[in-house]
């Protein structure tokens, strides 16, 4: 069963073979955001590929705890920490503010810590020259987390100037191109690390 938020395709429904559950992160909560077209973008895309359930979490749309209640390694559970745990991979859609990604973004991170380990995720970030420092703040982030960030993120250039009439976001060509190779590397990762947290004890 999938929550309202969750967007699930199955274009294969008799398979036997486990779906990839992928988590899109939505990270801007101010009124106004871009960030839900470029996160309806993504999904898309991924609905496009076989054998994916997508979990679109968007952080206007939760509430996590009282920063008060945080402590190193997290804090008690939080109303998405079942979804992010659920996760193989993740999508990290982001705008760049002030030269890096959003506190809304950092508190989800922060919030939750085993549920994020030893998993992929790929960065789509935005801004007025395309997001690259937000990207390069996260990377480090997620490093500290254990996660591996795919080569390839999109850093896209003012996406507001590329919303159609309807307010999606709509790119040209060779950014859905870039795209789909960056979800293509984010499927091997995913492969590689849901086997090894299955078969090879992480040396602490
Ligand atoms: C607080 C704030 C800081 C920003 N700082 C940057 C920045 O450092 N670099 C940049 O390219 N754009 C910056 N911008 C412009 C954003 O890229 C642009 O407003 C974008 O639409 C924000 O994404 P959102 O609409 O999904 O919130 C900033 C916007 C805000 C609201």
Known sequence: MTTPAQ??????????????????????????????????????????IDGVEIDLIDLAEITLPDDSQLYPGGGPQSEVTGRIAAAEAFVFV??????????????????????????????????????????????????????????RCLGLAAPWQTLDGTERYAPGDGTATALAAALAELAWWRDVLTDARTHRPFPN
Do not use: F
């Open 7 to 48: 967007h699930s395709v199955d274009h294969h429904a008799t398979s036997t073979r486990a779906r990839t559950q992928v988590a899109v992160i939505s990270s801007s909560v101010r009124d106004g955001r871009v960030s839900p077209a470029i996160a309806d973008w993504v999904v898309d895309a991924l609905d496009d």
């Open 94 to 151: 982001t705008p760049e503010y002030n030269h890096s990604y959003p506190a809304s973004l950092k508190r989800l991170i922060d919030w939750h810590y085993t549920p994020w380990m030893l998993k992929p995720a790929t960065i789509i970030a935005y801004g007025v020259h395309g997001g690259h420092a937000a990207i390069e703040h996260l990377r480090g982030v997620l490093a500290e987390l254990n996660m591996v960030t795919t080569r």
